[in-house]
């Protein structure tokens, strides 16, 4: 088989989670099974920075762990996004409501 699906890595140590790759319907379910429950305890960091590419499905498991981390008293914070992760974040128009740092 061929590597020409994307692919996507996901590392967690203690509240922080660093994604690489690309966050799509295929790929998101890993990302889910790190999130859910949250990892750690008190905020959540999700380092983005080397996420090539992510769409809906991406940005509605963020949205599912913001609101669980908001549930439960904590933070999820979305941690140097990549371009195309900022990007999604300011057209979907929740810049406001997600916790992002570390943008340019």
Known sequence: MSDALPRLTVSVQDSDVVVSGD??????????????????????????????????SG????????????????????DRPSSPVIRLIEVSGLSDHLHVEGNE
């Open 23 to 56: 966050i799509d319907a295929h790929t998101c379910p890993d990302l889910t099974a790190v999130l859910e429950p949250l990892p750690g305890d008190g905020d959540v960091r999700v380092d983005t920075s080397s996420v090539g590419f992510m769409d809906s």
């Open 59 to 78: 940005l509605r498991v963020l949205i599912s762990a913001h609101q669980a981390a908001e549930a439960s008293g904590r933070r999820l914070v979305i």
